[in-house]
């Protein structure tokens, strides 16, 4: 942007320079500004125009003319970016901003939170790292994921607090034919993002596609033929009854993007911005189920705040403040909660360097020694797992003096703390004479079977939706850990394990059944559990509606923020 290039001119003239006279050619500013003589003359004529500068010059050529900078650079970006902030051009201001961080706190806190922009109610988020590009299928962060649920429908979806699917693009559905024969029925009137009617047929095609994506194809492995026996009306013809198919429709590899265009969504909110400093959700007028209270919703990439260690909004990335500057007083957490999902300790008994009593003894260490308990984090932000889901106790481990391997290889990804982990678990395991040599995977999956298969153990976390079972068993259909560490004759067994849960028409025969399964992996230390995020979001009184998900973020379907005051507008 033009503004900034010439700000950033400026900046190097005032650090040669500073607010004292000096005195200079036209040459000499041109090797300052790094650019030609013309130009340099050009420059020097806005900033004189602007006011920025004090200019005298003199004919001839060659000769010294007087300059003296009348504005600091930081005076500058400051004022251009309140006024850029008070037009509403948001992402105009984040890439001119190199203020220091208190001061750009200072400048955009009273544009955050709960704001009425142009009569239309907003919610601004400050947040720490650039998102994603918000194609469903490519999605890893838990905030990406969010925001995809809120821009793309399914046929069916989740409601926070509520285990079972609920219609969304399907206005209901029924079945026959002993499970093997689906039928949803499609509400009337539906739309695009781009105002476009969704048409059946386009969500027959984008149901092609996802049985070809490595991501989405378990939730339609069981279905041999997808039709239209009318207008309102997609058909799932299945080769064996799949009981779990209203809810892998929910799921988010199942959210339904325009066939020829993934960031066209028909949810509730459409994206109408997506840069790096900025991205803007607004309501879509032509959604079919119940309008949200807010207009927009604002992600404001500002990794510059998060660098101070004294700012209060700078949080773990399972808090989440909102709120102005003059509010932060009043801030206090309005909902929290314990995530079902949990960040796990996994055993690769396929390798055949470690076996199922040395995993357990590992485990055992782990759970009774408390190493969890101690590890330099704030424990408001983790709680030990007692359970993989309520009612689902996490066995424990009877001793045995049983010696461990020499060295075993440990496999980590983020979260950060599994760091601290894996390093706590080095210490303990070289007071058993073994040597644990530790390395980080950068990705927040599991994607590469070859790493996987160097490993003897793993970290990971395993986040889990408004439906827990049927969570846990499309991470057992579609996570690469499971072929990565289990041998062949045991992924084969899960799978038909699989199949036969997946064929009972009782949901909590079929939650047994998963529980069962998942008791025994952890018997054989396969699989464990080991802490639990606090997810927490704190407001000011002002806003208010605001109801955690599963997935820790609130429901933007149900905040909403009261209108200013007639004083405050006045």
């Given at each position: 942007?033009?503004?900034?290039?010439?700000?950033?001119?400026?900046?190097r003239?005032?650090?040669?320079?500073?607010?004292?006279p000096?005195?200079?050619?036209?040459?000499?500013?041109?090797?300052?500004?790094?650019?030609s003589?013309?130009?340099?003359?050009?420059?020097?004529?806005?900033?004189?125009?602007?006011?920025?500068?004090?200019?005298?010059?003199?004919?001839?050529?060659?000769?010294?003319?007087?300059?003296?900078?009348?504005?600091?650079?930081?005076?500058?970006?400051?004022?251009y970016?309140?006024?850029?902030?008070?037009?509403?051009?948001?992402?105009a201001?984040?890439?001119?901003?190199q203020?220091?961080?208190?001061?750009?706190?200072?400048?955009?806190?009273?544009h955050?939170?709960?704001?009425?922009?142009?009569?239309?109610?907003?919610?601004?988020?400050?947040?720490?790292?650039?998102?994603?590009?918000?194609?469903?299928?490519?999605?890893?962060?838990?905030?990406?994921?969010?925001?995809?649920?809120?821009?793309?429908?399914?046929?069916?979806?989740?409601?926070?607090?509520n285990?079972?699917?609920?219609?969304?693009?399907?206005?209901?559905?029924?079945?026959?034919?002993n499970?093997?024969?689906?039928?949803?029925?499609?509400?009337?009137?539906?739309?695009?993002?781009n105002?476009?009617?969704?048409k059946?047929?386009?969500?027959?095609?984008?149901?092609?596609?996802?049985?070809?994506?490595?991501?989405?194809?378990?939730?339609?492995?069981?279905?041999?033929?997808?039709?239209q026996?009318?207008?309102?009306?997609?058909?799932?013809?299945?080769?064996?009854?799949?009981?779990?198919?209203?809810?892998?429709?929910?799921d988010?590899?199942?959210?339904?993007?325009?066939?020829?265009?993934?960031?066209?969504?028909?949810?509730?909110?459409?994206?109408?911005?997506?840069?790096?400093?900025?991205?803007?959700?607004?309501?879509?007028?032509?959604?079919?189920?119940?309008?949200?209270?807010?207009?927009?919703?604002e992600?404001?990439?500002?990794?510059?705040?998060?660098?101070?260690?004294?700012?209060?909004?700078?949080?773990?990335?399972?808090?989440?403040?909102?709120?102005?500057?003059e509010?932060?007083?009043?801030?206090?957490p309005?909902?929290?909660?314990?995530?079902?999902?949990?960040?796990?300790?996994?055993?690769?008994?396929?390798?055949?360097?470690?076996?199922?009593?040395?995993?357990?003894?590992?485990?055992?260490?782990?759970?009774?020694?408390?190493?969890?308990?101690?590890?330099?984090?704030?424990?408001?932000?983790?709680?030990?797992?007692?359970?993989?889901?309520?009612?689902?106790?996490?066995?424990?481990?009877d001793?045995?003096?049983?010696?461990?391997?020499?060295?075993?290889?440990?496999?980590?990804?983020?979260?950060?703390?599994?760091?601290?982990?894996?390093?706590?678990?080095?210490?303990?395991?070289?007071?058993?004479?073994?040597?644990?040599?530790?390395?980080?995977?950068?990705?927040?999956?599991?994607?590469?079977?070859?790493?996987?298969?160097?490993?003897?153990?793993?970290?990971?976390?395993r986040?889990?939706?408004?439906?827990?079972?049927?969570?846990?068993?499309?991470?057992?259909?579609?996570?690469?850990?499971?072929?990565g560490?289990?041998?062949?004759?045991?992924?084969?067994?899960?799978?038909?394990?699989?199949?036969?849960?997946?064929?009972?028409?009782?949901?909590?025969?079929?939650?047994?059944?998963?529980?069962?399964?998942?008791?025994?992996?952890?018997?054989?230390?396969?699989v464990?559990?080991?802490?639990?995020?606090?997810?927490q979001?704190?407001?000011?009184?002002?806003?208010s509606?605001?109801?955690?998900?599963?997935?820790?973020?609130?429901?933007?379907c149900?905040?909403?923020?009261?209108?200013?005051?007639?004083?405050?507008?006045?």
């Open positions: 942007m033009r503004l900034q290039n010439r700000l950033n001119q400026f900046q003239l005032y650090l040669k320079t500073g607010q004292l000096a005195q200079f050619t036209v040459a000499e500013l041109a090797e300052i500004f790094c650019c003589e013309r130009h340099t003359r050009t420059l020097l004529s806005h900033f004189q125009d602007a006011g920025w500068i004090d200019w005298q010059s003199q004919a001839g050529r060659g000769k010294r003319a007087s300059l003296c900078c009348l504005k600091a650079p930081e005076e500058l970006r400051g004022a970016l309140q006024d850029l902030l008070n037009h509403g051009e948001h992402s201001a984040l890439q001119l901003s203020l220091d961080p208190s001061h750009l706190n200072a400048l955009l806190s009273p955050l939170g709960g704001q009425w922009q142009e009569d239309a109610p907003t919610l601004r988020i400050p947040y720490y790292r650039p998102l994603q590009s918000l194609d469903p299928l490519a999605l890893t962060g838990r905030a990406e994921q969010h925001l995809a649920h809120t821009i793309h429908a399914g046929l069916t979806r989740f409601v926070p607090g285990q079972t699917p609920q219609p969304d693009l399907a206005h209901h559905w029924q079945i026959s034919n499970g093997k024969t689906w039928q949803f029925f499609l509400r009337s009137q539906l739309f695009w993002h105002g476009e009617p969704l059946t047929a386009q969500l027959m095609t984008r149901f092609q596609q996802l049985r070809d994506f490595p991501r989405a194809k378990h939730n339609l492995a069981s279905v041999i033929k997808i039709s026996p009318h207008a309102l009306c997609l058909q799932f013809d299945l080769d064996k009854p799949d009981y779990w198919l209203a809810h892998r429709f929910a988010l590899n199942c959210l339904l993007s325009h066939p020829d265009d993934p960031h066209i969504g028909a949810g509730p909110f459409r994206l109408t911005t997506f840069s790096p400093e900025l991205v803007r959700l607004e309501q879509h007028t032509l959604y079919a189920l119940q309008h949200p209270y807010l207009t927009a919703i992600f404001w990439i500002t990794p510059q705040l998060f660098a101070q260690k004294n700012n209060v909004s700078c949080q773990h990335p399972v808090r989440i403040i909102l709120g102005e500057q509010e932060l007083s009043r801030v206090k309005v909902r929290r909660s314990t995530s079902l999902g949990f960040c796990y300790i996994a055993a690769n008994l396929k390798r055949g360097v470690l076996n199922a009593s040395q995993a357990q003894k590992i485990v055992r260490l782990i759970q009774r020694s408390g190493m969890l308990d101690n590890l330099p984090i704030d424990h408001d932000l983790v709680k030990a797992s007692k359970e993989m889901l309520p009612g689902w106790p996490i066995p424990l481990h001793d045995a003096d049983v010696p461990l391997p020499q060295k075993l290889r440990l496999l980590f990804h983020p979260p950060v703390e599994f760091e601290l982990v894996a390093q706590a678990l080095q210490e303990k395991l070289a007071e058993e004479g073994c040597v644990l040599e530790v390395v980080f995977h950068a990705g927040r999956l599991w994607e590469d079977g070859e790493v996987l298969g160097s490993a003897d153990l793993l970290l990971g976390d986040l889990i939706g408004e439906s827990p079972e049927a969570t846990l068993e499309n991470w057992l259909q579609q996570d690469p850990l499971w072929p560490i289990l041998s062949e004759k045991e992924h084969t067994r899960l799978q038909k394990r699989l199949t036969r849960i997946q064929q009972i028409p009782q949901e909590n025969r079929r939650s047994d059944e998963l529980r069962d399964h998942f008791y025994q992996w952890m018997q054989s230390a396969i464990t559990p080991l802490f639990n995020y606090q997810y979001v704190s407001a000011p009184p002002r806003i509606g605001v109801q955690l998900t599963a997935w820790g973020w609130f429901d933007f149900q905040a909403w923020v009261p209108p200013p005051l007639q004083t405050e507008s006045a």
